[in-house]
């Protein structure tokens, strides 16, 4: 079975889990319970739990594994899916700067015209006066 990055890390969570928890690691067993399943069961109470008029929604880590936990250890939960398109989103990482060859001249900053200069000081305006202030 070919899961999404999403259920492998779950799955990875799930087994790792099981290996330092032995009760836990029975409950892991139960053989009506999958991890598509798991997953989708956790989109659906972050659906649920979504803010009126929100279009999305984060949710930590501890979040989401609590609700896989929580998913294997009832054995009445009903998991209907998701009703809206659920994206599990990372962090961006850095890309590399392009190099120069990359650039096209469409991505060149426009050069700027040089600045005119400053007008000279008008003798007429007197000078700021120094006056301390104490």
Known sequence: MEFTTFETAIKNYLDKRAEDDA?????????NKNIKECCKYIFQQ???????????VGVSDDEVFGLA???????DIVVEGPKNKVEAVQSPSP???ASPEQIT?????KQRKPRKPKAA?????PEPLDIPIF
Request: proline share 15%; net charge negative.
């Open 23 to 31: 009760q836990f690691a029975t409950t892991y067993a139960k053989p």
């Open 46 to 56: 972050v659906e649920k739990n979504k803010p009126k008029g929100e279009r999305c």
């Open 69 to 75: 936990v929580h998913y294997y250890d009832e054995d």
């Open 95 to 97: 890309e590399p700067p």
């Open 105 to 109: 001249s469409e991505e060149k900053p």
């Open 121 to 125: 000081v008008d003798p007429n305006i």
